[in-house]
């Protein structure tokens, strides 16, 4: 049997060119005054800027860390759902993947793609229809990351389980992709970006699916719950006795049929903990590499984000379940990623 694959679910392009950000820049700048406005023709980035972008980045530390493929998508915190109007996240969404889009062309054995979603804080979520249906059908990228806060930090939008989100979830069921439940940038000083507020959206996101009975309604919904589930691993026993008091099914039977989590947790301890009180079937890897944490930690001499090494050392999996890990859980929750991994022979 060969080795597994090193598949890591969670990829951003934060190392893109120095241009989009300039793009980016001028588009916020021209909010109060629309003939400032840059148009997407503006934007010129070269596929050698793209190469160079990525083979000195990411792919330089996939191989150096024996990684494989990587899914991949916009960098989170630009995402910025909160800035504008929807016309404002429809332009700038479209650039974004379109430049996710061309990284996967140029490096088709290492990265696929997911979609950003052109929200916009209380605009109906059909409105992301098309982009996301593009994506797919176009693009060929095998999920979405689907902001549940696009008021980055005021949470003004209905819970996950709330039929507002159904569009949406009609069409990820239709394609039979998942969605990675990932917020942007915190607009609210109370809540440091990577540090609080995506941990408390994580966190926020588990308990809201805890609450409803979303798959019954949508019963192969698959979502992803980034950065090792927020906080809901090292409170597992708070969760089930709250689903309990609500009188839902055990965890087991509520959710874990459909809600995974990954390995973007920065020290060993905690995925030790992570494999130990999660079932390894709903554990996908990820690294989110060159992204929240990108120094190099001094009790190791490895950068936190390696999160492979973690892996591999943790006592509570064995080469099955590693297997599982890497690879095999990524080519189930993704089936779309599948399809392309046996069109290659893999």
Same mark, same amino acid.
């Given at each position: 049997m ?7 679910v969670?990829?951003?392009y ?5 241009a ?10 021209a !909010? =109060? *005054?629309?003939?400032?406005a ?18 000195t =980045? ?22 910025a759902? $909160?800035?504008?109007?929807? @016309? ?6 479209a ?10 062309? !140029?490096?088709?054995?290492?990265f ?33 990351? !689907? @902001? ?14 709330d ?20 917020v942007?940038?915190s607009? @609210?000083?109370?809540?440091h ?7 408390? /959206?994580d966190?926020?996101?588990f308990?809201?699916?805890?609450q409803?009975d ?13 950065h090792?589930?927020g /906080?809901?691993?090292?409170?597992w026993?708070?969760?089930r ?11 087991q039977? $509520? ?8 390995t ?7 995925? *030790? ?6 079932p390894? *079937?709903?554990? %996908?890897?990820a ?5 929240? #944490?990108?120094?190099? *930690? ?11 090494r973690?892996v %591999?050392?943790?006592? $509570? %999996?064995?080469?099955?379940?590693r297997r599982?890990?890497?690879?095999t859980?990524?080519?189930r #929750? ?6 392309? !991994?046996?069109?290659?022979?893999l």
């Amino acid at each position: 049997m060969r080795p597994p694959l090193v598949i890591d679910v969670h990829g951003h392009y934060t190392t893109a060119p120095k241009a989009l950000e300039a793009w980016r820049n001028r588009q916020i700048a021209a !909010l =109060n *005054d629309p003939s400032l406005a840059p148009s997407p023709a503006e934007l010129r980035i070269s596929d050698d800027e793209i190469r160079e972008s990525i083979e000195t =980045n990411q792919l330089a530390k996939m191989r150096e860390r024996g990684g494989d493929l990587t899914i991949f998508s916009p960098r989170a915190s630009f995402m910025a759902h $909160h800035i504008g109007d929807f @016309n404002t996240s429809a332009t700038w969404a479209a650039i974004c993947n379109e430049l996710v889009y061309r990284v996967t062309q !140029l490096f088709p054995e290492h990265f696929v793609g997911a979609a950003m979603l052109p929200q916009s804080p209380g605009v109906d979520p059909r409105t992301c229809i098309p982009e996301l249906r593009k994506c797919i059908e176009q693009y060929g990228f095998v999920g979405i990351n !689907l @902001n549940p806060d696009p008021s980055g930090g005021h949470w003004k939008e209905p819970p996950l389980t709330d039929r507002w989100w159904y569009p949406i979830y009609e069409v990820m069921a239709e394609y039979d992709i998942p969605a990675m439940v990932h917020v942007s940038t915190s607009c @609210n000083a109370c809540f440091h970006t990577t540090g609080a507020h995506y941990i408390n /959206a994580d966190t926020t996101a588990f308990m809201q699916l805890i609450q409803g009975d979303l798959f019954k309604d949508f019963p192969t919904l698959r979502f992803i719950i980034p950065h090792g589930g927020g /906080a809901a691993p090292y409170h597992w026993g708070r969760y089930r006795g709250l689903a309990q008091e609500l009188k839902k099914p055990p965890l087991q039977q $509520h959710l874990l049929g459909n809600v995974f989590f990954d390995t973007c947790v920065y020290h060993q301890p905690g995925i *030790d903990l992570l494999t130990k009180v999660v079932p390894v *079937d709903n554990i %996908l890897f990820a690294s989110e590499m060159i992204g929240a #944490v990108r120094g190099i *930690d001094p009790e190791t001499g490895h950068h936190y984000d390696d999160t492979k090494r973690y892996v %591999l050392a943790t006592p $509570h %999996l064995d080469d099955e379940a590693r297997r599982k890990v890497f690879e095999t859980n990524a080519r189930r #929750v993704f089936p779309r990623l599948d399809a392309k !991994l046996k069109a290659r022979g893999l």
